[in-house]
């Protein structure tokens, strides 16, 4: 029946007398929450030592071991020093004659029910201490068991040389079991103090530079005492039993969920290979700020999105071809606003992602990884996504059945002209590529066509589609005064083109479909002429 | 098979939060959506208040290989589909998000909201102007009809 009893199941109490940061409190160390307990102990950063931290169990207990983790992220406390107080118990049997398995079953069933009843049962000591009055009335119950310094990045496991079974396989310690190595053993002092244990006082008396007092992990391993009634034995039974069938459970969900694990793998291999992104990881013990919130998987390569979601480089990879497949521009996927250059490899989260891969007991070879410092990380991510920026800057291309075409925005919209065309060039160009590099070309010689500036070269958007020939372009000086067209193009990427050739927005569209003609040049149109064209706005023609 | 597991994992973790944190009116028909999970249907309450008061609908939705990154394929089946300016008679629905403007950062649920949003802002039951020609000639999938959005207010 050997157990530890820094949980809240067995209604042990815990308090300090300082205040402690938002979110690591000092019932985490005693709390059934597998996150909150994972977090320990951090007073706030003010706070210098010495600190009390007063445990006090619901019945008195023989105590086996005390097992402490003495850092939490940074923070690491090297004095520390454990007194016990073994306080009269109050026989329970007399107040409550009449308890039996039942109500034990029924109080365990709800927790609000279980504290409520457990303040007749428990915690019945000849007097009620806390953290204050045991640093001065109360101070003579405490006997000084334990006064140690812990050296650097090791977690203390302090034995009770006087307890008989001391060395108690059952008993698998979650903060030393780990790694014996890792762990600095020593004996309490005064073994027989610690029987009938009721209270322990643990006191923090110095921290390494800098640090801030802390515990990571705290285990009072013990068993009840032997004077302890009928009724706290079979309550300790019973307690104990949940806490291995829990602890049980935790097991086997890890095994159920390594066992598809290891199938999956054998499934397709070869893909894993290259998409390590895919891996089915035990992702229900990762916190959710490590997770891709689009595909719930623990995020190799984090990328800060302007929208402030983080989402995982491959996701992002995934999502930007598939927008390009509607010939979009890359778009962050919770807004829909351009991605632009603001794309940062959110690097502070990646380190903290590979801390808790490394510590935490996840298969990590299983994950995608990426090596090298996180300025190397910063450098490549980025350097992608220029590179896909590019592409998408360079290379037009029409997708499946639509037509992507280059309309520059920033200019007023225009008009087609075809017989009196400043701009346009001579031969039919093969490819849009080809299209703009002439484009360009043109810009820099202003002696073959004088009136044509690159920078207002506009793309008429008049895609000549010669069922036979190859494509005809023709680019159009904007400079008309004539030129009006849909003052929205600006604001959205959704177009129309007309058979006239003027490219209007979806609103101008339903306005212009009910009157049947074109609201620039009043030609009539048919409502299945029209076409709707893809835009990049960020397309720049840039001079030289 | 890549992709596959993602949409699984994805689709998970979707039915669990939609168990968790229900919508009122919202609810995942269980028999369907958990034997299969490429299927799912859900009911839909029609929020009161609204024209589609007391009506209950079915959606169905369908997932490709690759969604999240691709949209899922949804439609209105059942004896009860609503009548709406936007959905056809053969419970096609008329709506962006389904196609064009899915993003992957959309969820079941959140399509469910959209849907139910649209029916409550309809004013007046009627069925969409080209119906019958739409029913008659469109193709089973919705997603392969290009659809041309015009109404903004929805």
New interface residues.
């Given amino acids: 029946m050997i157990t530890d009893f820094c949980n809240a199941l067995w209604d042990t109490r815990i308090e300090s007398d300082t205040i402690s940061s938002d979110g690591y409190e000092v019932c985490n160390l005693i709390s059934r929450d597998g996150a909150k307990k994972q977090r320990g102990f951090l007073a706030e950063r003010f706070v210098k030592p010495v600190i009390s931290i007063l445990i006090s169990f619901p019945f008195p207990i023989d105590v086996c071991a005390i097992n402490v983790n003495p850092q939490v992220g940074g923070q690491k406390i090297c004095g520390l020093e454990i007194l016990s107080a073994s306080l009269k118990y109050c026989n329970v049997q007399n107040k409550k004659q009449n308890i039996n398995g039942d109500t034990i079953k029924s109080t365990l069933n709800s927790e609000a029910v279980t504290a409520k009843s457990n303040d007749h049962v428990f915690h019945s000591y000849q007097h009620v201490l806390n953290v204050n009055n045991i640093k001065q009335e109360f101070n003579s119950f405490f006997n000084q068991i334990l006064r140690t310094q812990l050296a650097e990045g090791k977690v203390g496991h302090f034995l009770n040389p006087c307890f008989r079974d001391a060395v108690n396989a059952d008993f698998n310690s979650r903060i030393t079991g780990s790694s014996p190595s890792n762990s600095q053993i020593c004996n309490l002092q005064q073994g027989n103090q610690l029987h009938n244990t009721s209270h322990l006082w643990i006191r923090i008396t110095q921290v390494h530079k800098g640090s801030v007092p802390c515990l990571g992990a705290l285990e009072v391993v013990g068993k009840p005492a032997k004077n302890n009634n009928e009724f706290v034995m079979n309550y300790a039974r019973f307690i104990t039993l949940r806490l291995k069938q829990e602890r049980e459970n935790c097991k086997g969900l890890v095994n159920a969920s390594t066992e598809t694990n290891l199938s999956a793998n054998n499934a397709c291999k070869s893909e894993r290979a290259t998409d390590p992104c895919h891996e089915p990881s035990l992702v229900d013990n990762v916190p959710s700020e490590f997770v891709d919130p689009i595909t719930f998987n623990i995020m190799p390569l984090p990328i800060l999105l302007p929208s402030g979601n983080t989402i995982d480089n491959s996701t992002l990879e995934k999502h930007i071809a598939m927008e390009r497949n509607f010939g979009r521009q890359p778009c962050d996927p919770f807004t829909g606003i351009p991605l632009g250059s603001n794309v940062v490899p959110n690097a502070a989260l990646k380190y903290r992602i590979d801390n808790f891969l490394l510590s935490a007991d996840i298969k990590v070879d299983e994950l995608g990884r990426t090596v090298g410092s996180s300025s190397d990380c910063k450098s490549t991510a980025r350097l992608k996504f220029d590179a896909i920026l590019k592409q998408d800057k360079n290379k037009i291309q029409p997708v499946g059945k639509r037509k992507a075409c280059p309309i520059n925005l920033k200019q007023p919209p225009l008009k087609k002209q075809n017989a009196e065309n400043d701009g346009h060039i001579s031969g039919k160009p093969n490819s849009l590529d080809e299209a703009l590099e002439n484009v360009l070309s043109v810009g820099q010689k202003p002696t073959n066509t004088p009136s044509v500036k690159a920078s207002s070269l506009v793309p008429s958007s008049s895609l000549h589609h010669n069922e036979s020939g190859p494509r005809n372009i023709q680019f159009t000086n904007s400079g008309n005064p004539d030129n009006e067209g849909c003052v929205h193009q600006e604001q959205t990427d959704t177009l129309f083109r007309l058979p006239c050739q003027h490219v209007i927005c979806r609103q101008c569209l339903t306005c212009a479909v009910q009157m049947k003609q074109c609201l620039q040049c009043q030609v009539n149109f048919e409502k299945k002429d029209v076409v709707r064209v893809h835009c990049r706005r960020t397309l720049q023609i840039e001079t030289v | ?3 596959n ?2 949409r699984t ?2 689709l998970h ?1 979707e039915l669990q939060q939609l168990k968790t944190n229900a919508l009122p009116g919202i609810n995942v028909n269980e028999d369907i959506s958990t034997s299969s999970l490429e299927t799912w249907v859900i009911n839909v309450d029609g929020a009161s208040g609204t024209l589609y008061e007391e009506e209950q609908f079915q959606l169905q939705f369908k997932f490709p290989a ?1 969604y ?3 949209s899922p394929q949804v439609m209105f089946v059942g004896s009860n589909i609503p009548i709406h300016p936007h959905i056809y008679s053969n419970g096609h629905i008329c709506l962006s998000i389904l196609t ?2 899915w ?3 959309l969820s079941v649920q959140s399509v469910c909201l959209s849907v139910v949003s649209m029916l409550s802002s309809c004013k007046e039951k009627k069925l969409p102007p080209d119906n019958e020609f739409y029913v008659k000639t469109c193709s089973k999938n919705p997603k392969k009809t290009r659809w041309w ?2 109404d ?1 207010t929805v």
């Fill in positions: 098979m890549a992709a597991e993602t994992r994805r973790r690759k999240p990154f691709d064009d403007d993003s992957p950062a959005y015009h903004d």
